[in-house]
C-alpha cells in the first residue's frame, strides 16, 4: 500500500527508458551469472584466467567445478574447448573490443556460452542462444544496476526481491569532489555487494531512466577515436577498427609506465585485474599477468572531452620517455 503524507522522498521524476527494457533487471554482474548457474545447472563452467575474484564467486556458493583457460595476445581463446553434456564456458568481451568475436563464440558453443558483457554495456539481444549479462555500475554513478539476457524457456519461476542495501555516499562526495573519501566510501560498498538474485534499486532504475543514452554513445565512442588516433601506434593491443562501444581504450606498452606517477598527475587508472597474479596457477599464464600490472585501461566516458583526453595522452607520451 502506497504511503500518503509525511517528508517527502528524494525527487526524482522516471524517465522513458533504462535501456535494457527487455531483460532482467538485478543488483549486480553476480546476481546475474548465479541467475544463470541456478537455470543451467552446469557439471564444470570454464573461466578466463584473466577475470576477477567476482566472477569465481558465484560458482563458489553454487558448488560448481570449474577451469581456467588462457588467452592469447588478441585476447582471444589459445584453444577451443570440447564441452561435454552438461558444461558450459563464459567468455569476456574484455574491454568491449571483443564483439565480433564474442560472436564467433556464439555459433560454436551456442548456449553453452555465458557472454560476461560487463565492459560493453550497449550490447543487447545479439548474444541469443547464448546468455549474457552487463552492468550499469561500470558505465554510469548508479548504486547498482545490472541486466540479463537469458532465453525465455531457461528463464527461473521464483519470485526476485527487490535490493535494499543502498548507499549513494561515494557518488555524492565524488560529485563534490571529495575524491579521496569517496574512493574509501566505493571499495566498502563494492567489497558489500554479494551474489543474491535481487532486482534493482527503485533509485537506480529512476536514475538510469533519465540518461540520454544516444548522447553517452556517441561522446564515449569519440572519446575511443580520440585515443585511438593519439595512442594508437604505441598500443601492443590489436583492436578492430570496426569496434565500437568499448567500454575504455586499454592501452599495453611496450614498455611499462609506473601508474603512481599516472596518479600524481590526478590520474586515476585502475589495474584490471589483480586478483588473476594471486592466483596459485600464475605461472602458467604469463600474458593475463601482464595484463594484470601494466595495462593501462583508459577512462572514454562521458564525462569527459578531447581536453581531459588529451592531457592523458600528454602525460603517457612525456612518461614514456621519462
Given at each position: 500500500?502506497?504511503?500518503?503524507?509525511?517528508?517527502?522522498?528524494?525527487?526524482?521524476?522516471?524517465?522513458?527508458?533504462?535501456?535494457?527494457?527487455?531483460?532482467?533487471?538485478?543488483?549486480?554482474?553476480?546476481?546475474?551469472?548465479?541467475?544463470?548457474?541456478?537455470?543451467?545447472?552446469?557439471?564444470?563452467?570454464?573461466?578466463?584466467?584473466?577475470?576477477?575474484?567476482?566472477?569465481?564467486?558465484?560458482?563458489?556458493?553454487?558448488?560448481?567445478?570449474?577451469?581456467?583457460?588462457?588467452?592469447?595476445?588478441?585476447?582471444?581463446?589459445?584453444?577451443?574447448?570440447?564441452?561435454?553434456?552438461?558444461e558450459c564456458i563464459i567468455y569476456c568481451d574484455?574491454?568491449?573490443?571483443?564483439?565480433?568475436?564474442?560472436?564467433?563464440?556464439?555459433?560454436?558453443?551456442?548456449?553453452?556460452?555465458?557472454?560476461?558483457?560487463?565492459?560493453?554495456?550497449?550490447?543487447?539481444?545479439?548474444?541469443?542462444?547464448?546468455?549474457?549479462?552487463?552492468?550499469?555500475?561500470?558505465?554510469?554513478?548508479?548504486?547498482?544496476?545490472?541486466?540479463?539476457?537469458?532465453?525465455?524457456?531457461?528463464?527461473?519461476?521464483?519470485?526476485?526481491?527487490?535490493?535494499?542495501?543502498?548507499?549513494?555516499?561515494?557518488?555524492?562526495?565524488?560529485?563534490?569532489?571529495?575524491?579521496?573519501?569517496?574512493?574509501?566510501?566505493?571499495?566498502?560498498?563494492?567489497?558489500?555487494?554479494?551474489?543474491?538474485?535481487?532486482?534493482?534499486?527503485?533509485?537506480?532504475?529512476?536514475?538510469?531512466?533519465?540518461?540520454?543514452?544516444?548522447?553517452?554513445?556517441?561522446?564515449?565512442?569519440?572519446?575511443?577515436?580520440?585515443?585511438?588516433?593519439?595512442?594508437?601506434?604505441?598500443?601492443?593491443?590489436?583492436?578492430?577498427?570496426?569496434?565500437?562501444?568499448?567500454?575504455?581504450?586499454?592501452?599495453?606498452?611496450?614498455?611499462?609506465?609506473?601508474?603512481?606517477?599516472?596518479?600524481?598527475?590526478?590520474?586515476?587508472?585502475?589495474?584490471?585485474?589483480?586478483?588473476?597474479?594471486?592466483?596459485?596457477?600464475?605461472?602458467?599464464?604469463?600474458?593475463?599477468?601482464?595484463?594484470?600490472?601494466?595495462?593501462?585501461?583508459?577512462?572514454?566516458?562521458?564525462?569527459?572531452?578531447?581536453?581531459?583526453?588529451?592531457?592523458?595522452?600528454?602525460?603517457?607520451k612525456r612518461l614514456i620517455h621519462e
Amino acid at each position: 500500500m502506497k504511503k500518503i503524507g509525511g517528508f517527502f522522498e528524494l525527487e526524482l521524476t522516471s524517465g522513458d527508458s533504462i535501456y535494457h527494457n527487455d531483460a532482467i533487471s538485478l543488483s549486480t554482474g553476480r546476481a546475474c551469472l548465479n541467475y544463470i548457474l541456478q537455470s543451467k545447472k552446469p557439471t564444470k563452467v570454464y573461466v578466463p584466467y584473466y577475470c576477477c575474484d567476482a566472477l569465481i564467486e558465484p560458482l563458489s556458493l553454487n558448488e560448481i567445478d570449474y577451469e581456467f583457460y588462457s588467452i592469447n595476445d588478441n585476447l582471444e581463446l589459445t584453444r577451443i574447448p570440447e564441452l561435454q553434456s552438461g558444461e558450459c564456458i563464459i567468455y569476456c568481451d574484455f574491454f568491449g573490443i571483443k564483439s565480433n568475436y564474442t560472436l564467433s563464440l556464439i555459433e560454436i558453443f551456442q548456449e553453452k556460452l555465458i557472454v560476461d558483457n560487463t565492459h560493453s554495456f550497449f550490447s543487447r539481444k545479439s548474444t541469443f542462444p547464448a546468455s549474457s549479462f552487463t552492468s550499469a555500475r561500470k558505465y554510469f554513478g548508479v548504486p547498482d544496476g545490472a541486466f540479463l539476457y537469458i532465453p525465455e524457456i531457461e528463464r527461473l519461476k521464483i519470485s526476485i526481491p527487490r535490493n535494499q542495501k543502498i548507499s549513494i555516499d561515494h557518488n555524492v562526495h565524488s560529485l563534490v569532489g571529495l575524491q579521496d573519501q569517496a574512493y574509501l566510501e566505493y571499495a566498502q560498498y563494492e567489497s558489500e555487494l554479494g551474489s543474491e538474485i535481487e532486482t534493482m534499486l527503485i533509485l537506480s532504475e529512476r536514475l538510469l531512466s533519465n540518461v540520454n543514452f544516444d548522447e553517452v554513445r556517441k561522446i564515449r565512442n569519440d572519446n575511443f577515436e580520440f585515443l585511438r588516433n593519439e595512442l594508437g601506434d604505441l598500443n601492443e593491443l590489436i583492436i578492430d577498427k570496426n569496434e565500437v562501444d568499448c567500454f575504455c581504450y586499454p592501452l599495453l606498452l611496450k614498455k611499462p609506465i609506473d601508474k603512481q606517477k599516472l596518479y600524481n598527475e590526478k590520474i586515476f587508472i585502475p589495474s584490471l585485474w589483480l586478483d588473476t597474479v594471486h592466483r596459485d596457477e600464475h605461472l602458467n599464464f604469463p600474458f593475463e599477468c601482464k595484463l594484470s600490472r601494466e595495462l593501462l585501461p583508459l577512462p572514454i566516458d562521458h564525462r569527459y572531452t578531447s581536453k581531459e583526453l588529451q592531457r592523458v595522452s600528454n602525460t603517457i607520451k612525456r612518461l614514456i620517455h621519462e
